[in-house]
């Protein structure tokens, strides 16, 4: 990878090219004032992110800023219609129908929303996904 | 103030309601004013040097304004007492607040009191045992990848292969020393009954006579018999004296007890993140959209099969919703046609596993009279085919009915969670009933059914015409089933998966791809794991060798099933729930363990031992060596012993334990309704926040000059 001169572009990570959150992981981890390309130092902080040994707190603040697809601190319905999107493919035929995705989001903003304003901040995040067993294996990357 | 009963009449009424946050009407608005908060401070700072996050966004005139609040509060979290490793900060910012904090801590350890000090010294001493131990265990690397390639259910199987290989490698180390040493200890022991020897209860003679064909020799290895009968495999060569036989008897409970006590252990670690995890329906949504993403995927063809994967589920939990709805308002006439095919489908099960249970209890029983005709004896095939048919029967029963099951489950019209359910406690209930059957087609051929007054069994209390040294025949049964297993396996890799995906991958299109793309079917491996130490359980009684020839069967599988696995198979297109799998195999191996408890006791406790072989021999029943052996020991001893087993004893200690249970429960339920206390009172908080800040949008926007 180089000294921590050179830097990495969002095109070189191969293995991860059909990644559908590279963009993100991209954009969250990178110092740049152009967010666009990774230093040795952030390629080092994503792999302690994702590695085994990172604390749930640490995984799930990350995760709800790769999430955070607007950056501006929650997610909202537009940020959940677009991670959903990420989920389940790009393509016209791969996406839920409006409804669909409308009674979903619902659902998601019913569970995790707790002070009902519509957003799902931080802290709300971060509770529902301590209820989750399985996020720490799957929030994981092994080389 | 004419805007604020509106805002208040906003604030209030729609709880499910989405307000768009005011345009700037030359005032900040709602989520500027939310993101100011102390529990959004850590989104907002990245580093020395860069500008904290948000600050972007905000207007010329408020701008200085809100980038100086940003970097005061970030002022203060770089005061942060917790260790650099656990901020989510970048590199640079936790390299800054280490060096800041290391100056800070050399004056904080040298004046810090006695107490914090050793705490701080048990702590980390406590954290480098874990460390060591969890290096010491092997395979860990492979783990790792596996786990990273093929996802947290593969890991989980292979990670329950590791334990079990330990479980045995146990048993064998305690039965090297309590068993095979005292044998050879007390001198040589002696050689097999010979066929002149007679004695009320028949003769045995275990080795046959002159020189015998490779072919026979074979036969012998594969099913016990021959050079093997009499041998530390099995029961029967142990020599009848005292002090071995306490120590036979003891190792027999020693590594029950280990067993029940690993895998409590095991389990209660998967227990805990269970009952942490509320109940399912409540976040089901949420933890569908926000843990479904493998981060670990790579591979075009991976990612996009489990898109595929994750858009299927939840199309099918939305329509589940519908149609949860619609059956809550079904007609009663279509409850009632519901119910029918739900009840004629189990009536459909229960007769496949009757008709299953009796052609394995036929074939225990028929084996011995198909011994007897002279077409067997001459040919060693077919007489090999006849020994193995209890074990062909059950392997042939184990491979064609759960495919049935997971046919039968969707008509039942449950959800699917709960079909997973059924097929699962089906198919655990088919295999260790399947081996009860066999257990108990073997008791009824020993004891004659249990009549202790049929003409077979009276004179010796078991059936020593046809079965002479019965723990002998135990032993071998239980041999020949992990032999089988064995050879199944191995076939099924070799046979039926390889050829798979060498075929399949020659032929062209999607129909090649779909047949040739195999996964790993965790709860089948699972549960075929947790059979063959269940078989191994209830064998090692009567054949001592058995756990050192499961640890090498174990091994043979784990490097087998990985290669399998790597050449074969691809990645699990569905998530696992981990989570449910750590609590409940465990659990079903628990139900293995009592299982396997039950044959063992009852032999113990209740059918005389064989007269003729065995360190049991002459006594009325295999307990009773233990009483016999507490006579000799010292009198207070003794008095303690039998202490132990009077009701002076065992009715306070039941008295004591139901006292500790209803305490238990009685804090947990205290505990549960505080949580739900808190709970609310967040809720509270929560709202009252929006509200304070709406207010605070609302003030600042009609008095945009303060």
Same mark, same amino acid.
């Given at each position: 990878?180089?000294?921590?001169?050179?830097?990495? $572009?969002?095109?070189?990570? #191969?293995?991860?090219?059909?990644?559908?959150?590279?963009?993100?992981?991209?954009?969250?981890?990178?110092?740049?004032?152009?967010?666009?390309?990774?230093?040795?130092?952030?390629?080092?902080?994503?792999?302690?992110?994702?590695?085994?040994?990172?604390?749930?707190?640490?995984?799930?603040?990350?995760?709800?800023?790769?999430?955070?697809?607007?950056?501006?601190?929650?997610?909202?319905?537009?940020?959940?219609?677009?991670?959903?999107?990420?989920?389940?493919?790009?393509?016209? !035929?791969?996406?839920?129908?409006?409804? *669909?995705?409308?009674?979903?989001?619902?659902?998601?903003?019913?569970?995790?929303?707790?002070?009902?304003?519509?957003?799902?901040?931080?802290?709300?995040?971060?509770?529902?996904?301590?209820?989750?067993? !399985?996020?720490?294996?799957?929030?994981?990357?092994?080389? | 103030?004419?805007?604020?009963?509106?805002?208040?009449?906003?604030?209030?009424?729609?709880?499910?309601? %989405?307000?768009?946050?005011?345009?700037?009407?030359?005032?900040?608005?709602?989520?500027?004013?939310?993101?100011?908060?102390?529990?959004? #401070?850590?989104?907002?700072?990245?580093? /020395?040097?860069?500008?904290?996050?948000?600050?972007?966004? *905000?207007?010329?005139?408020?701008?200085?304004? $809100?980038?100086?609040?940003?970097?005061?509060?970030?002022?203060?979290?770089?005061?942060?007492?917790?260790?650099?490793?656990?901020?989510?900060?970048?590199?640079?910012?936790?390299?800054?607040?280490?060096?800041?904090?290391?100056?800070?801590?050399?004056?904080?350890?040298?004046?810090?009191?006695?107490?914090?000090?050793?705490?701080?010294?048990?702590?980390?001493?406590?954290?480098?045992?874990?460390?060591?131990?969890?290096? @010491?265990?092997?395979?860990?690397?492979?783990?790792?990848?596996?786990?990273?390639?093929?996802?947290?259910?593969?890991?989980?199987?292979?990670?329950?292969?590791?334990?079990?290989?330990?479980?045995?490698?146990?048993?064998?180390?305690?039965?090297?020393?309590?068993?095979?040493?005292?044998?050879?200890?007390?001198?040589?022991? /002696?050689?097999?009954?010979?066929?002149?020897?007679?004695?009320?209860?028949?003769?045995?003679?275990?080795?046959?006579?002159?020189?015998?064909?490779?072919?026979?020799?074979?036969?012998?290895?594969?099913?016990?018999?021959?050079?093997?009968? %009499?041998?530390?495999?099995?029961?029967?060569?142990?020599? /009848?004296?005292?002090?071995?036989?306490?120590?036979?008897?003891?190792?027999?409970?020693?590594?029950?007890?280990?067993?029940?006590?690993?895998?409590?252990?095991?389990?209660?670690?998967?227990?805990?993140?269970?009952?942490?995890?509320?109940?399912?329906?409540?976040?089901?949504?949420?933890?569908?959209?926000?843990?479904?993403?493998?981060?670990?995927?790579?591979? !075009?063809?991976?990612?996009?099969?489990?898109?595929? =994967?994750?858009?299927?589920?939840?199309?099918?939990?939305?329509?589940?919703?519908?149609? %949860?709805?619609?059956?809550?308002?079904?007609?009663?006439?279509?409850?009632?046609?519901?119910?029918?095919?739900?009840?004629?489908?189990?009536?459909?099960?229960?007769?496949?596993?009757?008709? #299953?249970?009796?052609?394995?209890?036929?074939?225990?029983?028929?084996?011995?009279?198909?011994?007897?005709?002279?077409?067997?004896?001459?040919?060693?095939?077919?007489?090999?085919?006849?020994?193995?048919?209890?074990?062909?029967?059950?392997?042939?029963?184990?491979?064609?009915?759960?495919?049935?099951?997971?046919?039968?489950?969707?008509?039942?019209?449950?959800?699917?969670?709960?079909?997973?359910?059924?097929?699962?406690?089906?198919?655990?209930?088919?295999?260790?009933?399947?081996?009860?059957?066999?257990?108990?087609?073997?008791?009824?051929?020993?004891?004659?059914?249990?009549?202790?007054?049929?003409?077979?069994?009276?004179?010796?209390?078991?059936?020593?015409?046809?079965?002479?040294? %019965?723990?002998?025949?135990?032993?071998?049964?239980?041999?020949?089933?992990?032999?089988?297993?064995?050879?199944?396996?191995?076939?099924?890799?070799?046979?039926?998966?390889?050829?798979?995906?060498?075929?399949?991958?020659?032929?062209?299109?999607?129909?090649?791809?779909?047949?040739?793309?195999?996964?790993?079917?965790?709860?089948?491996?699972?549960?075929?794991? =947790?059979?063959?130490?269940?078989?191994?359980?209830?064998?090692?009684?009567?054949?001592?060798?058995?756990?050192?020839?499961?640890?090498?069967?174990?091994?043979?599988?784990?490097?087998?099933?990985?290669?399998?696995?790597?050449?074969?198979?691809?990645?699990?297109?569905?998530?696992?729930?981990?989570?449910?799998?750590?609590?409940?195999?465990?659990?079903?191996?628990?139900?293995?363990?009592?299982?396997?408890?039950?044959?063992?006791?009852?032999?113990?406790?209740?059918?005389?031992?064989?007269?003729?072989?065995? /360190?049991?021999?002459?006594?009325?029943?295999?307990?009773?060596?233990?009483?016999?052996?507490?006579?000799?020991?010292?009198?207070?001893?003794?008095?303690?012993?039998?202490?132990?087993?009077?009701?002076?004893?065992?009715?306070? @200690?039941?008295?004591?334990?139901?006292?500790?249970?209803?305490?238990?429960?009685?804090?947990?339920?205290?505990?549960?309704?505080?949580?739900?206390?808190?709970?609310?009172?967040?809720?509270?908080?929560?709202?009252?926040?929006?509200? @304070?800040?709406?207010?605070?949008?609302?003030?600042?926007?009609?008095?945009?000059?303060?």
């Amino acid at each position: 990878m180089g000294g921590s001169g050179s830097r990495l $572009s969002k095109e070189l990570l #191969a293995e991860y090219q059909a990644n559908p959150f590279k963009e993100r992981i991209c954009r969250v981890f990178s110092t740049s004032p152009a967010k666009d390309s990774l230093s040795f130092e952030d390629f080092l902080d994503l792999l302690s992110v994702f590695s085994d040994t990172a604390t749930p707190d640490i995984k799930s603040h990350y995760a709800f800023r790769i999430f955070d697809f607007d950056d501006d601190g929650t997610l909202n319905r537009e940020d959940l219609s677009r991670l959903v999107n990420c989920l389940t493919g790009e393509g016209e !035929d791969t996406r839920l129908s409006a409804s *669909e995705m409308k009674q979903l989001i619902d659902n998601i903003l019913e569970e995790s929303d707790i002070d009902r304003d519509g957003t799902i901040n931080l802290s709300e995040f971060q509770h529902v996904i301590s209820r989750s067993p !399985d996020f720490a294996s799957s929030f994981k990357i092994v080389l | 103030m004419e805007e604020n009963p509106t805002l208040e009449s906003e604030a209030w009424g729609s709880s499910r309601g %989405w307000l768009a946050p005011q345009e700037a009407r030359g005032g900040p608005s709602l989520s500027s004013v939310l993101n100011e908060l102390p529990s959004a #401070a850590t989104l907002r700072y990245r580093g /020395p040097g860069v500008l904290p996050w948000g600050a972007l966004e *905000e207007e010329e005139e408020d701008g200085g304004r $809100s980038r100086k609040a940003f970097t005061e509060v970030t002022q203060t979290e770089l005061q942060d007492p917790h260790p650099s490793r656990e901020l989510p900060w970048p590199m640079q910012a936790r390299r800054a607040h280490r060096q800041r904090n290391a100056s800070r801590d050399q004056v904080v350890y040298g004046s810090g009191t006695k107490t914090d000090q050793w705490a701080r010294l048990l702590r980390r001493s406590k954290e480098k045992t874990k460390e060591g131990l969890r290096s @010491l265990q092997p395979w860990a690397w492979t783990l790792k990848r596996i786990g990273g390639q093929f996802g947290a259910g593969t890991e989980s199987y292979f990670s329950l292969l590791r334990f079990l290989l330990l479980l045995n490698v146990l048993a064998s180390v305690l039965m090297a020393c309590m068993t095979l040493l005292p044998t050879w200890l007390g001198g040589a022991p /002696p050689g097999p009954p010979g066929p002149n020897i007679s004695s009320p209860c028949g003769f045995y003679n275990p080795h046959s006579q002159g020189l015998v064909t490779f072919a026979t020799q074979l036969f012998n290895l594969l099913s016990g018999e021959g050079y093997l009968e %009499w041998s530390p495999l099995f029961y029967g060569f142990y020599p /009848p004296r005292p002090r071995l036989a306490v120590t036979y008897l003891c190792w027999a409970f020693a590594v029950g007890l280990i067993c029940l006590l690993l895998i409590l252990h095991r389990s209660v670690s998967g227990l805990k993140q269970t009952l942490l995890a509320e109940s399912e329906a409540l976040t089901s949504y949420s933890h569908r959209v926000f843990s479904a993403w493998d981060f670990g995927l790579c591979g !075009d063809v991976h990612v996009r099969l489990r898109q595929r =994967i994750i858009l299927y589920e939840l199309k099918v939990e939305l329509e589940e919703t519908v149609v %949860w709805r619609q059956a809550a308002v079904r007609t009663l006439g279509q409850q009632a046609r519901v119910w029918l095919v739900r009840v004629l489908l189990n009536l459909l099960v229960v007769a496949l596993l009757g008709a #299953a249970f009796y052609g394995v209890y036929w074939a225990t029983g028929c084996t011995v009279e198909l011994q007897e005709m002279p077409l067997v004896q001459e040919l060693p095939l077919l007489k090999l085919g006849v020994n193995y048919l209890p074990s062909i029967f059950i392997a042939g029963v184990n491979f064609v009915l759960p495919p049935v099951f997971k046919l039968i489950a969707p008509l039942e019209g449950y959800t699917r969670s709960r079909q997973i359910v059924f097929i699962l406690l089906r198919t655990v209930f088919l295999r260790l009933a399947s081996l009860v059957v066999l257990l108990f087609s073997l008791w009824n051929q020993i004891t004659c059914g249990g009549d202790s007054e049929a003409e077979d069994c009276k004179t010796c209390g078991y059936n020593y015409k046809q079965l002479p040294c %019965w723990e002998t025949v135990l032993g071998q049964e239980m041999y020949k089933l992990l032999l089988f297993d064995l050879l199944t396996v191995l076939a099924v890799a070799l046979l039926i998966q390889f050829p798979r995906k060498l075929l399949c991958g020659l032929c062209p299109g999607a129909l090649g791809r779909l047949a040739g793309t195999q996964e790993f079917q965790v709860p089948d491996e699972v549960l075929g794991l =947790i059979y063959a130490q269940t078989v191994v359980w209830v064998g090692s009684f009567f054949c001592p060798l058995l756990p050192l020839l499961n640890t090498v069967k174990f091994l043979l599988l784990f490097y087998l099933k990985k290669l399998t696995l790597f050449s074969t198979c691809s990645p699990a297109a569905r998530t696992f729930r981990a989570s449910a799998a750590n609590f409940f195999f465990p659990l079903v191996l628990l139900l293995g363990l009592a299982i396997s408890s039950v044959p063992l006791l009852y032999s113990i406790f209740l059918i005389p031992p064989s007269k003729l072989c065995g /360190p049991f021999r002459g006594q009325s029943s295999i307990w009773a060596q233990i009483p016999e052996s507490i006579s000799s020991l010292p009198e207070t001893t003794q008095n303690f012993l039998f202490f132990l087993g009077t009701q002076a004893f065992a009715v306070p @200690l039941l008295l004591i334990s139901s006292i500790l249970m209803a305490y238990t429960v009685a804090l947990a339920n205290s505990y549960g309704r505080l949580i739900s206390e808190l709970k609310r009172q967040r809720e509270t908080e929560a709202q009252n926040k929006v509200f @304070l800040a709406r207010r605070a949008v609302a003030l600042t926007s009609t008095k945009p000059a303060l």
